[in-house]
């Protein structure tokens, strides 16, 4: 069983950094693809950065240029660094999982992923 579990959330004016942490843990796919998505209230998930296990990354274009997805294999944990900090960037940021690159199918759908973390509240204030 795949267990994502997020830190990092928390409140920051408009034009800070916050960094989002996802420790992930029970997998077994040598194949994998690791996804970051946000949701606010009334609206579906959607897809801010992917990485996958050769390493390609995926962005939304609202975060190119400020959001960057890593990842370090040793400590099992994917990152989302999140600079330049807009109001509109508020909600709540989840972790993702899927068993295949993010390449197969869409990245930036929800549906596509099998497990999911709990999610973290950003805040961005102006």
């Known amino acids: 069983q795949v267990q994502l579990v997020e830190s990092g959330g928390g409140s920051v004016q408009a034009g800070g950094s916050l960094r989002l942490s996802c420790v992930v843990s029970?997998?077994?796919?040598?194949?994998?693809?690791m996804s970051w998505f946000r949701q606010t209230p009334g609206r579906d998930h959607m897809g801010v950065a992917a990485i996958d296990s050769d390493g390609a990354t995926s962005y939304a274009d609202s975060v190119k240029g400020r959001f960057t997805i890593s990842r370090d294999n040793a400590k099992n944990t994917v990152y989302l660094q999140m600079n330049k900090l807009k109001p509109e960037d508020t909600a709540i940021y989840y972790c993702?999982?899927?068993?295949?690159?993010?390449?197969?199918?869409?990245?930036?759908?929800?549906?596509?992923?099998?497990?999911w973390g709990q999610g973290t509240q950003v805040t961005v204030s102006s």
């Open positions: 029970g997998y077994t796919d040598s194949r994998l693809c």
């Open positions: 993702a999982y899927k068993g295949r690159y993010c390449t197969d199918g869409s990245w930036s759908a929800a549906s596509g992923y099998e497990y």
